[in-house]
């Protein structure tokens, strides 16, 4: 149980106790302020009987127990416990007993002080001492302090035992509370960036046949307020950690895939990110200038670790020129411009003389992947350097109609199944081929003016063959898409790109797919992400096991996958706003709808998205129309 408002955390089993086993505690900023805090009444500990988030940043527990002999089985006490990722919990208890009740309440508290990082690998001390510090503890170690005070303030304060002691009154079928808060000394009560009235995500709602797209969106857009994080040194610029517990901080591909996910949301959670990377963009001269810097990380089974640095320098200028279709102001654009341009232009010397963007190591990899993202890039680009009128964009489309050509020769392989892509071609040539759900992002080909998808690497004869293959039974677990292939060597449904399900890659089938008219298998794709959704409670995690879907049966965890993240809460938005296939382009006045004609939710609303800066709400019908029923003044509807 997870409670997240960054940097803020609080994690605990459904027993609702904090015992200090595992991860269990609350965090400020990667350090656990509180690892232990057990509740007993009358001497006894509650018997756990309900468990369930309220709301992103708070759980709810319930427990029950007996105090009079003569009630049989029946509880006369229920103990309610609302915990708080800001550092907060109330205890309250609720007496049905016939007669006034005093009962002790005994609270135990205990913390390590210890950083997430330390929590992970197990190299954690022992508790501290406490000390008695005004209603409650505090404990101190060179790391830091924390504090728990009480209100109302305890009987008693035992510093030996960690123990704060009351003696409560219950009147006959009523109530009493006390509340507990936990800070790190010098440190206020939590200010969020999700929390403020400026958010940058729009409080969008949706409604109609299928209540699951309700409750969907609702969570993510929770998740995803939870996660914001506020640029310390420019407190007006916010963007989403990557996720919870292992990556509270930002990643920058996360951020801004996450961000374009979002866009139907507004462009402000587009600008803060676009604003903060631009800060890290790495200066030149030398072949790293332009970069947005980033991580490896692993690619699976059959090919080695890439950078996550160049996929978030071709994701800037694409993030840049789709928010501005949506409406980011002009004024924000052309001051982002230049970063972008630094990214082109990387991309530019970093192809050389040759075609395609290579690994940046001698003798690099040539992957399918980073072509698509460098393609789009430059289409993207293009536009928007001619928008502010930059040179470059006529260079940038030729590179990029070469790489068409020669990529639909030089990675299709063929097969008995009329081929696929390959993943990648090493040095010699040579293709690697498995089938995996790398091949997704050549069908996220970006939006151009008037509403138009940007074209794409493949042809269309080789975009019905990946389609199939991606609405197969090797791809699709029935739970969404698998990252590699069941029958390629390696697969692993546990795999992180070895067979697992990625909500990010999923997402980006369904809207690819249904954009390329291929929208049967984008509904299969759909409907098994939404039965995932349900059985997570609405929580996606990044990731799940790629086990095939069997009756009555439900996806296995991954136990490394962090749930709440960024870019699985911003699927979700992008999974179901794909349903209406809204395609704006503000600087024109415009939107155009191509909403999924076989209508696979039935009747479907959305309210309080945003498109040029204003309110936007859209209905799809169960025959697959779509109407638009609010909209900034001016905006005509395409065709």
Not at 5 to 16: H, R, V, W
Not at 21 to 45: D, H, I, K, T, W
Not at 252 to 269: C, F, I, K, Q, S
Not at 314 to 330: C, D, I, K, Q, S
Request: with cysteine; glycine share 12%; charged share 20%.
């Amino acid at each position: 149980m997870i409670c997240v408002a960054l940097p803020g955390l609080a994690i605990s089993t459904e027993a609702g106790q904090l015992t200090g086993r595992g991860l269990e505690g609350f965090y400020r900023a990667g350090r656990r302020v509180l690892s232990r805090c057990e509740v007993r009444v009358a001497g006894q500990e509650p018997l756990p009987v309900q468990a369930l988030l309220a709301a992103a940043d708070r759980a709810r527990f319930v427990g029950t127990l007996r105090t009079l002999a003569q009630t049989g089985p029946d509880p006369d006490v229920c103990v309610e416990r609302n915990r708080f990722a800001d550092g907060t919990e109330r205890i309250t208890l609720h007496s049905s007993a016939p007669r006034p009740l005093r009962v002790p309440v005994e609270v135990a508290l205990g913390t390590d002080l210890a950083d997430l990082r330390a929590i992970a690998s197990g190299e954690t001390g022992p508790e501290l001492p406490a000390g008695v510090h005004g209603s409650g503890l505090r404990w101190s170690c060179a790391a830091g302090t924390a504090t728990v005070t009480a209100e109302p303030p305890p009987a008693d304060a035992l510093a030996s035992t960690g123990l704060l002691r009351w003696e409560l009154l219950l009147p006959p079928g009523g109530s009493t509370s006390l509340e507990l808060r936990v800070r790190p000394d010098g440190v206020g009560p939590l200010r969020t960036a999700g929390r403020a009235a400026t958010s940058p995500l729009a409080p969008a709602r949706a409604e109609g046949d299928d209540p699951r797209a309700a409750t969907l969106l609702r969570t993510s857009i929770e998740d995803l307020q939870a996660l914001l994080l506020r640029d310390a040194a420019h407190p007006g610029d916010v963007h989403l950690a990557a996720g919870v517990p292992w990556r509270c901080g930002p990643a920058p591909e996360d951020a801004l895939v996450a961000a374009r996910m979002v866009l139907p949301l507004g462009t402000g959670l587009a600008g803060g990110t676009l604003r903060a990377l631009a800060r890290t963009q790495l200066a030149g001269p030398g072949p790293t200038a332009g970069m947005i810097p980033g991580p490896r990380r692993d690619a699976g089974p059959h090919l080695p670790p890439q950078c996550t640095g160049a996929e978030a320098t071709l994701l800037f200028p694409v993030l840049l020129a789709e928010a501005r279709r949506w409406g980011l102001p002009e004024q924000e654009a052309e001051e982002l411009l230049p970063a972008a341009e630094r990214c082109l232009n990387w991309l530019r010397r970093s192809v050389g003389d040759g075609l395609y963007l290579r690994d940046a190591h001698p003798g690099g990899l040539v992957r399918c992947e980073t072509q698509a993202h460098a393609h789009r890039a430059a289409l993207l680009g293009a536009d928007l350097l001619d928008a502010g009128g930059r040179p470059g964009g006529e260079g940038l489309r030729q590179w990029a109609q070469s790489l068409r050509q020669a990529f639909r020769a030089d990675f299709w392989v063929d097969d008995r199944g009329g081929g696929r892509p390959a993943a990648a071609r090493i040095q010699d040539s040579r293709p690697v081929s498995p089938l995996g759900a790398c091949a997704v992002h050549l069908l996220d080909t970006g939006l151009l003016g008037r509403g138009e998808p940007a074209p794409g690497l493949l042809d269309k004869v080789q975009t019905e063959h990946l389609a199939r293959l991606l609405g197969g039974p090797l791809m699709d677990s029935g739970w969404g898409l698998r990252g590699l292939g069941a029958k390629e060597p390696g697969h692993n449904p546990f795999g992180h790109r070895a067979g697992a399900v990625r909500i990010q890659e999923t997402a980006l089938a369904v809207a690819g797919l249904a954009a390329a008219d291929y929208e049967k298998e984008a509904v299969a794709l759909l409907r098994g992400v939404l039965a995932a959704a349900e059985a997570f409670a609405y929580r996606l995690p990044e990731m799940y096991a790629g086990e095939q879907r069997t009756q009555g049966g439900a996806p296995l965890p991954h136990p490394a996958a962090c749930r709440p993240a960024a870019i699985p809460a911003a699927a979700g938005v992008l999974l179901l706003t794909t349903l209406a296939g809204i395609r704006p382009d503000a600087p024109a006045g415009t939107v155009t709808l191509r909403p999924m004609r076989s209508a696979p939710l039935g009747e479907i609303g959305f309210t309080g998205l945003r498109v040029a800066g204003a309110p936007f709400s859209v209905r799809v019908s169960r025959l697959g129309l779509a109407m638009v029923e609010e909209a900034a003044d001016g905006l005509q509807l395409g065709v």
